[in-house]
Each structure stands twice: as structure tokens, then as C-alpha cells.
């Protein structure tokens, strides 16, 4: 059996806090800039889903979508919603509900694989063009780190752990 | 446990439903099975099921579509180049080639395994897991949950591809000079990682340990 996590609930909220600054400064700023032939472009993070929308692929936007952008905004903020009350033995409204679909949206949640995707799509464009790197491609690999810890940190089984001993 | 002392492959093997345990998929508490027919978690209020409901015909039917889709996904090209002069068509092996003619092989590297190795990794892994539960095989049950749990951890890096070429298909848009159009080999890509993610959630792993019948 697994050795019980002695995680203080502050800690949690802490990492969730900075992740939620992090995943508001990555899809507030563009990702990458590129110039060729005297032309320039630049994307969001957005842009990836928005792209495919565009090019008729709804569907896939939708997907490109919710494992970019939603699954983490509501890992993050439903996080928040329940363990900020739950410090002070306070049960948020709807938290049983929300827990349940939190822990199954997160797993939807795959930054880390966006962030390579993004390098990947870097490297190609950089062999004909010039790419600059911008603000959101930084946050957006500290954020893959931060939401690593907030995940492993918040198991579904230490979730459910806080919400045991908050009521007893 | 007394699961862990016991050797692998002995038959009569403890497990959680001869000891009349159940493990509650939602939260992990392991709870006595009362053999009520609506039990819940006294935990987290989620329903208690001894195996998951239809498990191995809702994974079968994934994995099939699945394995169906693979073949487009690899054939058609997941998108298209248009330049002054020609256009291009690529599909994820010949991606892998583009990057690896430009010198950038680990790049290369990472996608071959991403796009065409995890995919097409667990639906092989997949299939073997659904057969062996099918036929209630007592060999190898360790290797098995291993394989199992191997597939779940590496599912999500499939969606690389989908990323990089949706990535590409909105920057380069330059007017006359050049614009990538998404291919349908990309949407086809897309349901099967999609399709072998969720396979892998509804493979319920507890029947690699069901006693033969």
C-alpha cells in the first residue's frame, strides 16, 4: 500500500494559485511570431483550436480545445473552488459533484503533450522562416511543470482524503 | 497484502473479490462487499460496481473502430502545402522523413514514437488485454496489469501530431505564397487516439484477474 501523502492543503492551493496565473498569462499573450519573406504571423494559444475551426475540422478544434484549454482552466479552478473552503472544514456547494468531474476531466488536461507539439511545429517552420518565441510559449512550459505537481499532489484518492477528514 | 506475497500465475490467487473487498474506482477507498445490487461509496456517493458494466464489448467495439480508423489515419495525408509552385502532401510518415532529411532526428525521433509507435503500440497491447481477459487467462496476470497501466500512461502523446500540424496550419497562412490545409488523415488520426483513450478506460483491468472459468 501507498505511503499516506502529508500534503498541507496550503500547499495545494499555493501551486494551484500560480498554475491559474500561469494559464491566464498563456492564453492572454501570443505563443510565436514568424517572419518570412517580410510577411508576419503570430498565434495564441487559442489559435491552435481556432485554425482547425476555421479550416472546417470542428470536431477536431473541439478536441484541440478541451485538452488545451478548458480541461485545464476547470482543473485548476475547480481545485480552488473546493480546497479553499475545505482549509477551514467548509464544504463548497456542489463540491461532491464538482470533484467527480474534476477528476475525470483533468485527465483531458494535456498541456505537456502541447507544449512538444508546439517545439515539433517550431522546428519545421524554423527551417524556412524565422521564429521568435514569445511570452506564452515560456509560461506555457512552466505551467506543463506546475500542473504536473498540482496533479500529483491533488490525487483523486488525497482529494477525497481532505473531504474525509474535513467531515470528521 | 496478502495479494502481493502470493506468487503470480499460482492459481487461486487472492484477489479483492474472493476476499469480498471491492476498491471504489472513483476515489480508491476499499470498501467491504456488502453484495447489495445499488452499493455506493460510503466515501465519495459513487456506485460500486464489482467490474465495470459490459466492459469487454464497449472496449471491443472502441478497439475495432480504433484499429479501423488507424489505416487512413496513416494513408491520408494529414496536410497539405500549397506553395507558389506545387503543393505538397504529407502524411505523418513522410512528416517524420521531411524532419528527418533536415537534420533534426531527435525531433524526428519523438515524433515516430509519438504518432506512429504509441498508436499503433496500444492497440496491439490493447487487443492482447482484451483477449486475455475474454479467455480468462491466468498467465502472466503481473505483466498484463503492467501492460495495462503501461498503455494508459502513454495515450495522451499520441495527440502530439494533432498540435504540431494545427499549430502549423495557422501560421503558415501568408496570402499567395504559401498556406497549409489540415488533411482528413489528420481527423482520422484524431479519433484514434481518441477512440484507444477511452477503450483504455473502459477495459476494466480487474478481469485480468478473474479465476478461469
Known sequence: ?168 | MAMDRTEPGVSGTATGRSLGLLVCLNCRATVRNVKAPHMRCPRCDARLRERKPHSLAVTGALLVAAAVLYVPANVLPVMDTRTFFDTESDTIMSGVLVLLHSGDWPIALLVFIASIVVPLLKILALGVLWVSAWRRSPRHRQQRSELYRLVEFIGRWSMLDIYAVSLLATLVQIQSFASIIVGWGAWAFGAVVVLTLIAARTFDERLLWDPPQ
Not at chain 1, 500560480?18 to 501570443?30: E, F, H, I, S
Not at chain 1, 503570430?42 to 482547425?52: I, K, N, R, S, V
Open chain 1, 1 to 168: 500500500m501507498r505511503r499516506p501523502d502529508r500534503t498541507p492543503i496550503d500547499t495545494a492551493i499555493a501551486i494551484a494559485v500560480c498554475a491559474l496565473v500561469l494559464l491566464c498569462l498563456t492564453n492572454a499573450y501570443p505563443l510565436v511570431t514568424m517572419h518570412v519573406n517580410g510577411h508576419s504571423r503570430e498565434t495564441t494559444l487559442a489559435g491552435a483550436a481556432l485554425g482547425l475551426y476555421a479550416q472546417g475540422y470542428v470536431t477536431l478544434a473541439a478536441l484541440v480545445f478541451l485538452t488545451t484549454m478548458l480541461a485545464p482552466f476547470v482543473q485548476v479552478t475547480g481545485l480552488l473552488y473546493v480546497l479553499i473552503p475545505l482549509r477551514s472544514n467548509r464544504h463548497a456547494r456542489g463540491q461532491n459533484a464538482l470533484v467527480h468531474v474534476l477528476t475525470r476531466i483533468r485527465s483531458w488536461s494535456f498541456i505537456e503533450v502541447f507544449m512538444l507539439g508546439a517545439l515539433v511545429a517550431l522546428v519545421r517552420l524554423s527551417n524556412f522562416s524565422n521564429i521568435v518565441p514569445r511570452v506564452a510559449l515560456w509560461t506555457c512550459a512552466l505551467l506543463m511543470i506546475v500542473l504536473a505537481a498540482l496533479t500529483s499532489i491533488t490525487s483523486t484518492e488525497q482529494l477525497w482524503r481532505w473531504i474525509e477528514q474535513s467531515r470528521a
